[in-house]
Nanobody, 123 residues
Framework: VQLQASGGGLVQVGGSLRLSCAAS????????MGWFRQAPGKAREFVAT????????YYSESVKGRFTISRDNAKNTVYLQMSSLKSEDTAVYYC?????????????????WGQGTQVTVSS
């Protein structure tokens, strides 16, 4: 399985970005997918996750109401729509494949990771 994240960039506070993560492999639809992020000097943290069939998205408190995770199983792609961006959202964002159809906030629940895409929010 290979995961390719894209869509990062430089955006002003209050702006929006949509990240994409394209997955190889024919079993993408069977697994949960998640997004994590790592800010400079900080540990990687959970952002959002979505179950294999696209229901029950779950978000960290810091992004709830501003970010939306979705997936298109026909395209083997998971998305993270980010709105009302804040400077504290600046980080490298990683997509990850769950070990099963349901995954939570722990990194141990994911077994494949993308290379990361940089998001920089400037004021």
């Amino acid at each position: 399985v290979q995961l390719q994240a894209s869509g990062g960039g430089l955006v002003q506070v209050g702006g929006s970005l949509r990240l994409s993560c394209a997955a190889s492999g024919r079993t993408f639809s069977s697994y949960a997918m998640g997004w994590f992020r790592q800010a400079p000097g900080k540990a990687r943290e959970f952002v959002a996750t979505i179950r294999w069939f696209g229901s029950s998205p779950y978000y960290s408190e810091s992004v709830k109401g501003r970010f939306t995770i979705s997936r298109d199983n026909a395209k083997n792609t998971v998305y993270l729509q980010m709105s009302s961006l804040k400077s504290e959202d600046t980080a490298v964002y990683y997509c990850a494949k769950g070990r099963s159809g349901v995954a939570g906030i722990g990194e141990y629940e994911y077994d494949y990771w993308g290379q990361g895409t940089q998001v920089t929010v400037s004021s």
